[in-house]
């Protein structure tokens, strides 16, 4: 596929401006030029990171809360020699855009974050963030157990689960995310369409099919 | 003093509605060089502002769950990604079940109706579909054979653009084809599974250009038709059918026009369109001399039965008793597994066409001692997709927290492989739509009240869906098929597909039918009903297609009377 160029842009800006908002059907010219234009915010892969840095103003958390949750959200998913933690998908940001738009998901965030702190001070005398990092990873090994929550954090589990379920969405929505998994798709693809040999041999050996 | 404003001018047509039918009805006529008037009750479309199609879930703040979280608390009626498409729940226009039944009723409110954001998958209905009566005793026979409905299939598909193979399947009679598309990995396991189950998987006949025609650029094989398709590589009737029409002098089109009612002269013949100026919220009157209708299949009959006069007494066209009855929607049953052999596969762009690049027409048409008639079709689901909110929350739950969630995620990606089966429905006596005099919309026109039943035929289709499903999972390899299984309650919700038809249907008897075997009403010469509401029957082909070739021969044989001076 061809970068975009300022001529496409330039068509892009014509048919928008143009064609399409008078009601029209695009020639197929036009709809080549319009598709080398949409190709713009796809490549690169958006920008390298969400993180809205330490000078973010939370829409909706005060600022420690905000600080503990996308603490707390890189707890959930680390950085790996792969691809970077939580933080850089902007999964706090996220979280704070939408509880600053819906109570329910607001009272759902507000009430754990602070079920936690008190949680922590009762045992550590500490707050979570100002906790030490084993403190941390075991509330989070308690919430997140393999018999799904231990009786000892049971009230907070309705948030434990929201705040992972909103990490790893606001994770794999993000350009970290998508690199990560390895999505290569939307995108112009010239016609014909077809699938690389090697991934169509990797499967059929692997099947029982056979290659 | 309460005025209602009726326009002096007599339009030569006036059609109501404008997804498959209208915009059919709408090319056509105006290609025929008479002018049309065409009602929407949503508002105009502009692709370019309204299509959400390349847009990453980054892009905008909530990601896609809608700007108010929607998504997370089960509010959002259909994903935010998709063509604007109307609702299941249209604020102001409620509708009413009968108590123990289920529906569910999706209407759409925009020009090009729910064709901006439909499956365009394009099935022929086979001969035996227009005559199942002679098949097999069971529904009733169409007044049209398929050998005279095929010239409008070569039609309506060549202009809408299908892709396809030519196979020599009865249950799914070859048509006019473009070029197929290549199977993707996951649907060339599904090929080699079936071929082990004796199963055809053949490539998949939808409306997406694999080179362009008239005018309309070919496919840039992004997967996001459902968003709607900015350079109409898609088909839609917005696009493809309406905004050329505009070019041609001949189409006027008056969006925000909720039609409440059709009014008749002495004579009988309809005379002009009562419908609610939304903006205003003021009725208003258009004249006209002859009148499509094609609003979907449950609103025109609502509209019909709505027009009520001291001709037509039980509603408009309506002698024969039989609008809204006979309502019938797809079966539908959907089951995915996760296939092993898929894990961490080398990562490529599979999103081709949006939906399914093969699929599995009814194989078992002769097939003796089967415990329910007719069949259904099988559409594939699978890939790398776009990874959306809710992706991997699967693999999430079960890798505690820390990198394993990663490395579930990855190992997981493109592994699911679904198949969600599509069946005949027959009609029956207890499953129909009538107006419920005890409520009105927020317009004041008198809703719908539904009543729903499924029959054993298609219970026991569902039992079949599961069986082979499991079947073609466990070929592959794979796992993830649910061992207990109801089938009463895994059946889809009437509605729930999104195909229903029958509620006007056509047949050669006034007295069992509403419309003749051109979908122009017995009773009523210059009103014809273009959707899917004349079909006799649902078959396990998707309506689209069918709506559209009826459409355009009913369209031809209107024009046609009116040259003749009969209409």
């Not at chain 1, 973010?56 to 680390?78: E, Q, S, V």
């Not at chain 1, 933080?87 to 509880?99: K, R, T």
């Not at chain 1, 049971?154 to 689960?161: D, L, M, R």
Request: glycine share 10%; proline share 6%; charged share 20%.
């Amino acid at each position: 596929m061809n970068e975009p160029n300022d001529v496409s842009r330039r068509d892009l800006f014509r048919i928008v401006g143009t064609t399409l908002l008078s009601a029209e059907l695009i020639t197929a010219q036009d709809a080549k030029d319009a598709h080398a234009g949409m190709s713009m915010p796809m490549s690169p892969n958006g920008p390298k990171s969400l993180n809205g840095g330490p000078n973010y103003i939370p829409k909706h958390f005060n600022a420690n809360r905000f600080k503990t949750l996308r603490h707390l959200g890189d707890l959930i998913m680390p950085a790996d020699a792969t691809s970077p933690a939580a933080s850089e998908a902007g999964a706090a940001e996220f979280i704070d855009f939408l509880c600053s738009r819906n109570e329910d998901l607001a009272n759902t965030f507000d009430g754990g974050l602070a079920w936690l702190d008190e949680y922590m001070i009762h045992k550590h005398g500490t707050d979570f963030l100002s906790s030490k990092p084993a403190e941390q990873t075991a509330v989070l090994d308690l919430a997140y157990g393999s018999r799904g929550g231990s009786p000892e954090v049971a009230a907070g589990g309705q948030f434990f689960t929201w705040a992972r379920n909103m990490v790893v969405d606001a994770y794999y929505t993000s350009p970290v995310g998508v690199k990560d998994i390895g999505f290569m798709g939307n995108t112009i693809v010239p016609a014909p369409f077809g699938v690389p040999q090697e991934a169509v041999d990797y499967v059929l050996k692997r099947s029982p099919f056979g290659a | 003093m309460f005025q209602v404003q009726r326009s002096p001018a007599v339009h030569d047509v006036v059609v109501i509605g404008s997804g498959a039918g209208g915009g059919t009805t709408v090319k056509v006529l105006t290609d025929l060089g008479i002018n049309v008037t065409l009602l929407e009750a949503g508002p105009m479309l502009d692709p370019q502002k309204d299509f959400k199609e390349h847009v990453w879930p980054w892009q905008v703040d909530h990601r896609g769950s809608g700007p108010n979280a929607e998504s997370y608390f089960g509010k959002q009626q259909w994903g935010y990604w998709n063509a604007p498409n109307g609702y299941w729940d249209v604020p102001g226009e409620p509708y009413s079940i009968a108590p123990g039944d289920e529906f569910k009723w999706f209407r759409s409110r925009i020009l090009g109706g729910r064709t901006n954001h439909y499956g365009r998958i394009s099935l022929r209905f086979s001969d035996y579909d227009f005559k199942p009566q002679e098949f097999d005793g069971l529904g009733f026979d169409w007044p049209v054979t398929y050998e005279e409905m095929s010239p409008w299939y070569d039609k309506a598909e060549e202009f809408i653009g299908v892709t396809g193979t030519h196979e020599g399947i009865r249950s799914a009679p070859d048509g006019r084809f473009l070029p197929p598309i290549a199977p993707r990995v996951h649907e060339m396991l599904v090929q080699r599974a079936g071929k082990k189950l004796n199963i055809p998987v053949i490539p998949s006949r939808m409306a997406m250009l694999t080179k362009s025609i008239h005018g309309r650029a070919a496919c840039h094989y992004c997967g996001q038709c459902g968003r709607g398709c900015r350079v109409a590589a898609a088909f839609s009737s917005s696009q493809a059918m309406i905004f050329p029409a505009l070019k041609t002098g001949k189409l006027t089109i008056v969006n925000g026009a909720m039609a409440r009612e059709l009014l008749v002269d002495d004579e009988g013949l309809v005379n002009a369109v009562s419908y609610i100026d939304k903006a205003t919220r003021t009725e208003k009157q258009i004249r006209a001399r002859a009148v499509v209708v094609a609003a979907s299949a449950c609103e025109s009959a609502r509209l019909l039965l709505n027009s009520k006069s001291t001709k037509f007494p039980n509603g408009l066209a309506n002698g024969s008793g039989v609008v809204g009855r006979y309502l019938t929607d797809t079966v539908g049953y959907s089951l995915g597994g996760s296939v092993p052999a898929l894990e961490n596969m080398p990562r490529h762009n599979c999103d081709g066409i949006g939906g399914m690049h093969v699929y599995i027409p009814w194989w078992e048409l002769d097939k003796k001692n089967k415990d329910f008639p007719r069949g259904y079709h099988v559409e594939i689901g699978g890939g790398l997709g776009m990874p959306q909110l809710g992706s991997f929350r699967g693999a999430a739950a079960t890798a505690g927290y820390g990198s394993s969630i990663k490395e579930a995620a990855r190992r997981q990606y493109g592994t699911n492989v679904s198949f969600a089966g599509r069946g005949e429905m027959i009609p029956n006596e207890n499953s129909y739509c009538e107006i419920d005099n005890t409520k009105v919309d927020r317009w004041g026109i008198p809703v719908l009240k539904f009543h729903w039943k499924w029959q054993q035929y298609e219970i026991k289709m569902v039992q079949h869906m599961h069986d082979t499903f499991t079947s073609l999972i466990e070929a592959m390899g794979g796992r993830g098929a649910n061992r207990t299984f109801d089938p009463v309650a895994s059946i889809s919700k009437g509605g729930e597909i999104i195909h229903e038809a029958g509620t006007v249907r056509m047949g050669d008897d006034p007295k069992k039918s509403a419309l003749n075997k051109w979908s122009q009403a017995h009773e009523v010469a210059n009103l014809v009903v273009a959707d899917a509401a004349p079909f006799n029957g649902n078959p396990d082909k998707n309506v689209t297609l069918t709506i559209v070739a009826n459409a355009w021969r009913a369209a031809e044989h209107l024009a046609d009377e009116m040259k003749k001076g009969n209409v």
